[in-house]
């Protein structure tokens, strides 16, 4: 492993809340509901939940942003001027 030169930066632990799992949850439900319509032959809901786990997708790099935006914010995070 090579040595950190000037353009490293130290990991940032993100602030944790439960919405920063959503996308997880309805990338698994259209996954399963994609599946049953397969299996059901209904193809137009298929077509329909693979929308649903593109929308997923979508919604992580936003979630992950988001919870930087309020990692940065925090009182406890060195770099936002919070004292502790």
Same mark, same amino acid.
């Given at each position: +492993?090579? #040595?950190c030169?000037? @353009?490293? @930066? #130290?990991? /940032?632990?993100?602030?944790f809340?439960?919405?920063?799992y959503?996308h997880l *949850?309805?990338l698994?439900l259209?996954?399963? +509901?994609?599946?049953? $319509?397969?299996? $059901?032959g209904?193809a137009d809901?298929?077509?329909l939940?693979? +929308?649903g *786990?593109?929308?997923?997708l ?5 979630n /992950?942003?988001?919870?930087l935006?309020? /990692?940065?914010r $925090? #009182? @406890?995070? #060195? $770099?936002s *001027?919070?004292?502790?």
């Amino acid at each position: +492993m090579r #040595p950190c030169n000037r @353009r490293c @930066r #130290p990991a /940032t632990a993100l602030v944790f809340s439960r919405g920063f799992y959503a996308h997880l *949850g309805l990338l698994h439900l259209a996954l399963a +509901m994609r599946i049953g $319509s397969d299996v $059901s032959g209904q193809a137009d809901l298929a077509r329909l939940w693979a +929308m649903g *786990g593109g929308i997923a997708l979508l919604i992580f790099p936003l979630n /992950t942003a988001l919870a930087l935006v309020r /990692t940065r914010r $925090s #009182p @406890r995070h #060195p $770099s936002s *001027g919070g004292a502790e």
